[in-house]
């Protein structure tokens, strides 16, 4: 009797059975996620990086900069300005002040005016000598090597933390996430987050490690150059085939 019963069970889910077809349909309508996951596609990733290395080969800092030091204090200075301003700027304050003791004893007001045209300046001033005390004070007045000291410094976030360990001493502790790298992760669906430290998080899972400083600095290069907020040139762009942004201009 059992082994009826199981046969007529059995017989009722073989294949080409009318009711167990017509289930089927409602797993394949997921388009959303399906989407999501083809935007972190390791092939993909893969795709984006070759192209990036093909129109930015040699992408790198455009902080003009002798040591980790001077790269430091340029980025605490880059701040919502641009590098070619900052680049003006250092090119002479770097010469009054070399080290973290000069800047350590400076003087607050004159620092203030000297750093002006870069914005922000009297915040800046505060960030700049406190980094360059608490330099002195616990790193022997050098630039730590580490993101967890570097980001005891007055002023230092994840973003200058990045672009100095990564620029300056060649190590990868992240990805530099600034506006263009929030704004094109998003466009090239490597991300749907719009906090950068979220975005770190989610581009450190996409990119290759040995891929994070380079890519950082391609694709800071592709949001100047190409990529801009307002009216990204498309027509121009390498990925325009791998792109879907709502926002393309082609
Ligand atoms: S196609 Fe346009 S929006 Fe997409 S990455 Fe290129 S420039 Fe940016």
């Known amino acids: ?3 009826k019963s199981k046969k007529k069970k059995s017989a009722k889910k073989a ?7 017509a289930a089927k349909p409602a797993k394949a309508a997921k388009p959303a996620k ?25 992408a790198t800092c455009e902080l003009n900069h002798k040591n980790a030091f001077e790269l430091l204090i340029a980025t605490i200075l880059s701040a919502q300005c641009t590098d070619v301003r900052v680049n003006q700027v250092t090119e002479t304050l770097f010469q009054k002040y070399p080290d973290a003791k000069a800047f350590a004893f400076a003087t607050p007001g004159e620092l203030e005016q000297e750093i ?6 009297r915040n800046k001033t505060k960030s700049v000598m406190g980094a360059s005390k608490a ?17 005891t410094l007055p002023g230092v976030a994840r973003k200058t933390g990045n672009v100095v360990l990564g620029t300056a001493f060649g190590i990868a502790s992240g990805v530099v996430v600034d506006t263009h790298v929030q704004r094109i992760a998003n466009r090239l669906d490597l ?19 040995d891929r994070w400083i380079l890519f950082s600095h391609q694709i800071i290069w592709h ?16 990925l325009e085939s791998l792109c879907y942004a709502k926002d393309k201009t082609i």
């Open 15 to 21: 294949p080409g059975h009318g009711k167990a077809k």
């Open 223 to 238: 949001g100047r150059r190409i990529c801009q907020a307002r009216k990204p040139k498309c027509v121009e762009c390498n």
């Open 116 to 121: 002006r045209p870069t914005g922000f300046f």
């Open 34 to 58: 399906i989407a999501r996951a083809v935007g972190t596609d390791p092939q993909r990733v893969a795709a984006i990086l070759a192209k990036l290395d093909q129109a930015y080969p040699n």
């Open 135 to 151: 330099m002195l004070e616990k790193f022997g007045g050098e630039v730590p090597r580490t993101m967890e000291e570097i980001l």
């Open 191 to 209: 991300t749907r987050n719009e906090d950068p430290k979220k975005i770190e998080q989610d581009l450190m899972q996409v990119i290759p490690k």
């Open 1 to 3: 009797m059992a082994t």
